[in-house]
């Protein structure tokens, strides 16, 4: 029986299509197949970013001993978790419930109705110091169970899928309070690591909706703790090991409290709501660090994750090279830093960078992760900056990790508003070019009116998930405030009316995950999504599209259709805290005052025109910016329902808003 990923679009499929396993990609085919074999399925669900799902791979699927046995028991199904977020989504629920944790690989066994029975994450090929049972012994274990206990199976079967249908409904109605937002700024305080910056303790990830979150109250109480806490978590971000310091952009989370080691994939995800967070930070304090930053990873994303000709933003970069490398395309060792350096730049770089005899990388203890370990002198600028674009040049000439060029439409439309975020506040009108361009490609090939946005630009399935629609929309608004090209709102709106058909719960309020209309196994269960887990949650960016569709239109349906979503939510705002931080930033739209900005005045060069590129660049949260084409140039502000006299000269306008 042949393996049938080969014909597969995803990355990470076509990456196992040589081996041994006879694996299935997900669909009606396998369940068929295993329910007419009267076999357990394998669930395998990864991605090609994945440092673990690689070394399962090289460990066990292509075993031949290991594929032997998995072909003969099981139906083996492979699943890319960013083409089927859905699919993972509910499994990652139900092994959560068996093992306590989620994560990628994801090893799960079903039965062929689809619901888990066992699961875990990676398990090493024989039993090992960790605890984890060796996967042959598990696969003899669950084989045997299966025919020998099926009355266990099908009662622990049924009780998981019971437990995820409960868990996927997020909602928990509540009142929004000014007390609920200052609560949930609070709650986020008391995780914050003082001493490293960031929240929690190791391993630690970036929580970019949060900053934007406590750096919005800070601007309204001006709370010193607050501004600390989002300028020493950027600052330490930006220090650490986990942001790219000879390429630009960042690596997808710290292995340590520090943020020193990192795991060196780099997601388009965290990147666009990164870049986000360091522009409103330089937005709001004017630290040029934070604006190297995010000059750095624009670039990075220009060079390495965009497609210009076609319109796209690529998915991700790959943390390792090869089976059995552990970023060694991104660290270096002493001697490899002073081979491409003069002897100036390289005790600079060394000294800066921490780049000794013993670096941080177990698996080649001379291997160094550069961080930021202490600043050069004035002196010193032009040689760590020479050094580092020799670092550069060096390292272009190994083998580059794979990059996956999936274009999906929630993380495109992501990546889009950034750039148009980063065009304005870095005046880079490049940006704004490629995420018009992407943003026009997403509008023209993925929208289909009645059945709303596909989740991978150029493939018609899978469609109907509630993230592509509301990150498009999110990202037409940012087009329409940029460009004041009335057709962005009008495509917003359009999506936010699907999405009232086909994705909203007139019951309680909030919004499914997945569009009415069901599917195999799990996914006939529709969830209600609130936690930011890693990316923002849809009903969290919902609710913000619909703050901002009634600040832009002053409707009062879009006024009622935000308190019902985030009535339907507000109690479970507390539980979240950290997670719960795109929500807890649209609760800041509905209970604080709105900032409108209105210019009008001819099109092209102008007072005008700056008058709106000053709109743009101003810090304020909860801003909305409005172009208007007319005669003379006029720039008005509201704050609530309180506005100013017209004025007509950008520098009375940066005093207006100053």
Known sequence: MPNLLGSEPSAYLQSAAHQPVHWLPWGDTAFARAQGEDKPILLDIGAVWCHWCHVMDGESYEDPGVAEVLNRDFVCVKVDRDERPDVDTRYQRAVQALSGQGGWPLTAFLTPGGEVFFG??????????????????????????????????????????????????????????????????????????????????????????????????????????QREVVEKTLEAMARGGIRDHVGGGFHRYATDERWIVPHFEKMSYDNSELLRAYLSAYQAFGTPLFREVATGT????????????????????????????????????????????????????????????????????????????????????????????????????????????????????????????????????????LALKVLERIWNEAWGVGSGMCHALGRAEPRGLLDDNVQAATAFLDAYEATGNAEWLERAIAIMTYCRGAHWDEKTGGYFDVAAGGGAAYLATRGKPVQDAPTPSPNGVAALVLARLWALTDEAEWRMQLDRQLGAFAGAAGELSLHGATLLRAADWAVHPATRIEVAGPAGEGPACAMHLLALQAYRPRKVVVRRIATAPAATVCVGTTCSLPVDAPARLTELLA
């Open 120 to 225: 875990g994450t990676y398990f090493p090929p024989e039993h090992n110091h960790y605890g984890r049972p060796g996967f042959r012994t598990v696969l003899t274990e669950i084989a045997r169970a299966y025919r020998e206990d099926r009355e266990k199976v099908t009662a622990n079967a049924r009780a998981i899928g019971q437990h995820v249908a409960e868990s996927l409904n997020e909602g928990k109605a509540g009142s929004v309070t000014p007390a609920l937002v200052d609560a949930g700024a609070d709650q986020m305080a008391r995780m914050f690591d003082i001493r490293y910056g960031g929240f929690g303790s190791a391993p630690k990830f970036p929580h970019p909706a949060a900053c934007e979150f406590l750096l919005a109250r800070w601007h309204d109480t001006r709370l010193d703790w």
């Open 298 to 433: 624009v670039d990075w994303v220009l060079e390495v994750l965009s497609d210009r000709e076609t319109g796209a933003f690529y998915t991700s970069q790959d943390a390792d090279v090869a089976f059995g490398d552990d970023g060694d395309y991104w660290t270096w060792t002493l001697e490899e830093t002073k081979a491409g350096l003069t002897a100036g730049e390289a005790a600079v770089v060394a000294r800066v960078f921490d780049i000794g005899e013993t670096g941080e990388m177990h698996h080649n203890p001379k291997k160094n992760v550069l961080w930021w370990k202490q600043d050069a002198a004035d002196d010193e600028r032009g040689l760590l900056m020479d050094g580092l674009r020799r670092l550069k040049s060096a390292r272009d000439k190994r083998k580059t990790p794979f990059v996956d060029r999936a274009a999906y439409v929630n993380w495109n439309a992501m990546m889009a508003a950034a750039f148009l975020h980063a065009g304005a506040v870095l005046d880079r009108p490049e940006c704004n070019v």
